[in-house]
Each structure stands twice: as structure tokens, then as C-alpha cells.
């Protein structure tokens, strides 16, 4: 069987075209599938159409909704854990990932030495200048300071045999981070690249400012790097204070003293004060992140399913 998690916020409008596109895909594949939808707190009417759908398809159509907004990564990994098949997809219920690549997935994986298939976009054309260098800027800074390699433009559309499915869940980390732990589990994974693609309907959920935040999350989940800025400015900093102590000791000496070098003393103080805030702001965050891990708490929290359907 192949099951295929789809996480939708306020996707009312995507999900028929979705369901429409795949199906029709879906001829080509020999396996039993299985859907599971989930609801991530969307404000429109996707958990209805959801309802719906599985009142048409009851064999096929399961979906899980939150009791709120989680985050995609809350509804991966809810997917994740209630999918039942061999062969594992993720897609968005957009159509930004192509649903006829699938037979061809599963036909690499079925026939070659790999336990993924994983799909790239091959260029980052109609995006925003800004945001593609900013994400190129990103996956540079990842990939020299943190041990996990990530893809530049890999999607999380990918497909996975139980076997990966099975260690992703074993990471319980309540910070996810999907693109970092999609590849910190390792196993052999195949890229297939496709031209970008716009969505069918609805518009998209990441702000300029959320994928800023989002890049910084993962940098901080899967990289010691920053931490240890603190030392190394530190000990810069002190080398430097040694070397301007002998110079102006020496100054002093040789041509007395001007009591001068007021505004170059402040200027000073604001640098070193600034570089301390830095520091601590990055200790914080990963103290932050200590702190929601050792609550403990779930990454979701699940109002319906199909199986007790409120309506
Ligand atoms: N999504 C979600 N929860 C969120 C935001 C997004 O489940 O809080 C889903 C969304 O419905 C879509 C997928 O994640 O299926 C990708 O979202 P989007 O298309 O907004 O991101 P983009 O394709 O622009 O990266
Ligand atoms: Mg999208």
C-alpha cells in the first residue's frame, strides 16, 4: 500500500483539484492507496471538504484535524504516524508538487538500491529576487556549520520506504525540523528535479519574515555553531584589548597624556555591549528551545477524525 499524508491549511480550494489530479495519476500505479489528510486548524472549510471526501471514499480517505493551528511540521509528523503503508509520500495539497512524478518514484525505489526519492525544484524562477538569495545565503550557512547536509531546493515531497518512515518517527523531538531530520536519518535518497510550479488556489502561508524565523530555526536545531560565536568573539575581543592596552600604555609613556578618546570610549562600550546582548540573545534561543523540549508537551493535538466524526 501506498499511503500519502497531506498536510492542508485553509486549503478548501486546493484539496478537489488535489484529489482529482492524483487519482488520475493514480491509474498508473499498481499499489492500494491511501489517503491521509490533515487539518491543520484551517479557518475555512477544509475540515467539511474533508468530511466530505471521506464520506465519497471511506476505503481511502482518512484525515486527522487538529484542535488548532500546529504548523506543517506537527501535521507531517501526525501523518507520518498514522500512515500504514510500505511506501510513504508527503505532498502539499497545493499541486506545487506534481503528482505525476509518482509512478516514477515508485519505480525507482521498487527497482534501484535507494530508500527515498526526494524532489528538488530546479530553479527558484518566480520567486522573489530577495527570498532566493536568502535562501541560497541559508543552505551555504547549514551546510558549512551543521553536520546534517540539506538539499539547496529540496521539497518535502518526497517518498520513503516503511523502513525511513519508521526512524523519522523514532525522533520525537517536539522541535521539528523536517528538511534536518528527512536527512540526519541518513539512508540512501534520490533527487529528481522539476520546474517550479505555482499553486492551483489559496495563497501561500510563509511570510518573508516566518521563513526568516523558520531558516533560523533550523539552524538552531541542527547546529552547535552559533553557541560557540560567544568564545571565539571572546577571545578575539580580549586579544584585541591586550594589543590596544600596549599600544596606549606606550603612548601614554612616549608623549604623555592628552586625556582625549572620550567618543572613541563610548563607541567601545556600545560595541562590546552590543556583542554581549548578541551572545546571550543566541544562548536564549537555544535556551528557548531547551525549555519547550523539556515540557514535553505534544506536537499536536488531535480534535477529529474519521473514526469519531463529530458530525
Ligand atoms: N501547511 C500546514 N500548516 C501550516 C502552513 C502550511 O499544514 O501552518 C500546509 C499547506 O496547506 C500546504 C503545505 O503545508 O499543503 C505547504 O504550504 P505552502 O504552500 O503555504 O508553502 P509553500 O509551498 O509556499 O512553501
Ligand atoms: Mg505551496
Known amino acids: 500500500m501506498l499511503s500519502i499524508v497531506i498536510p492542508c491549511y485553509n486549503e478548501e480550494e486546493s484539496i478537489p483539484a488535489f484529489f482529482k489530479e492524483v487519482e488520475k495519476v493514480s491509474q498508473q500505479i499498481d499499489h492500494e492507496i491511501e489517503y491521509i489528510f490533515v487539518n491543520d486548524g484551517s479557518k475555512d472549510s477544509t475540515l467539511s471538504c474533508l468530511r466530505e471526501l471521506h464520506r465519497s471514499y471511506p476505503q481511502k480517505v482518512r484525515y486527522i484535524s487538529f484542535s488548532r493551528n500546529f ?136 511570510s518573508f519574515w516566518s521563513l526568516l524565523s523558520y531558516s533560523i530555526d533550523g539552524i538552531i536545531n541542527f547546529s552547535e555553531v552559533p553557541l560557540n560565536i560567544a568564545s571565539y568573539v571572546g577571545a578575539l575581543s580580549c586579544f584585541g584589548s591586550v594589543i590596544a592596552m600596549l599600544v596606549i600604555l606606550f603612548r601614554t609613556l612616549m608623549y604623555g597624556d592628552p586625556t582625549s578618546g572620550w567618543p572613541s570610549m563610548v563607541c567601545i562600550f556600545l560595541f562590546v555591549g552590543g556583542l554581549q ?17 523539556t515540557k514535553n508537551r505534544p506536537a499536536y493535538i488531535v480534535k477529529e477524525t474519521e473514526e469519531n466524526n463529530l458530525l
Open 71 to 206: 504548523g506543517k511540521e506537527a501535521g507531517l509528523y501526525a501523518g507520518l504516524q498514522s500512515a500504514k503503508g510500505e511506501l510513504v509520500t508527503v505532498m502539499d495539497a497545493d499541486l506545487q508538487d506534481p503528482p505525476e512524478l509518482l509512478p516514477e518514484m515508485i519505480r525507482l525505489i521498487e527497482t534501484e538500491d535507494i530508500d527515498c526519492v526526494g524532489t528538488r525544484r530546479a530553479t527558484r524562477d518566480g520567486e522573489p529576487a530577495i527570498r532566493s538569495f536568502f535562501a541560497r545565503m541559508f543552505y551555504k550557512l547549514i551546510n558549512k556549520i551543521g553536520e546534517t547536509e540539506m538539499v539547496d531546493g529540496a521539497r518535502d515531497f518526497r517518498l520513503m520506504t516503511r523502513q525511513m518512515v519508521d526512524s523519522i518517527l523514532e525522533l520525537t523531538e517536539y522541535n521539528r525540523f523536517s528538511k534536518g531530520i528527512f536527512s540526519w536519518v541518513g539512508f540512501n535518497t534520490k533527487y529528481l528535479s522539476y520546474e517550479n510550479r505555482e499553486r492551483v488556489a489559496g495563497e501561500t502561508s510563509w
Open 277 to 293: 546582548l548578541l551572545c546571550l540573545g543566541i544562548i536564549g534561543k537555544y535556551i528557548g528551545k531547551i525549555f519547550m523540549e
